[in-house]
């Protein structure tokens, strides 16, 4: 099998995965720490608000998320967990969304690792490995090195939850 044709497997696989470990269940709980307050500068949490609230995650777009890749950063922990899966598949076909994904969960960029731990430990372990095998498709199809690496690096750090 080439190399192409064996990403393309990944790819069904990883997505069959994804929709099987994250349930589909409406959200109705806080979407960002800003929920309901007007602010020129609150436009991103404003937006998440309006196509998230009451919504659950297979009924949000991939172009939603593709307009708002780094938008999982400002979701409240219950969102993170409700929409992780909103922002996995899209990243599947969509290179910025998968790389801000990559970065997201690397343990080198500047999110304290407190939040993300916080968030990560919240997935029941299905979800932790449905997570680990996301950024293990991330390293294998990435095409920089430096994102790569991330990448590398956020495999490993997500072992970390599922306990291999």
Known sequence: MTEQANNRNSYRVLRDNIIAAFPQSVFSGAITGVDGRTDE???EEQALYNALHGRKWSDIEG???????????????????????????????????RELLVYFFSPSTHQTSERRERRIQQLTLPQKKVLQAFLGYCFEVEASEFVKEHARSAVEYAARFVGD
């Open 63 to 97: 172009s939603f998320v593709s307009s708002y890749p780094d938008g999982i950063s400002l979701l409240t922990d219950q969102a993170f967990a409700a929409f992780l899966p909103a922002w996995l598949v899209a990243a599947l076909d969509n290179d910025n969304v």
């Open 41 to 43: 500068e609150l436009d």
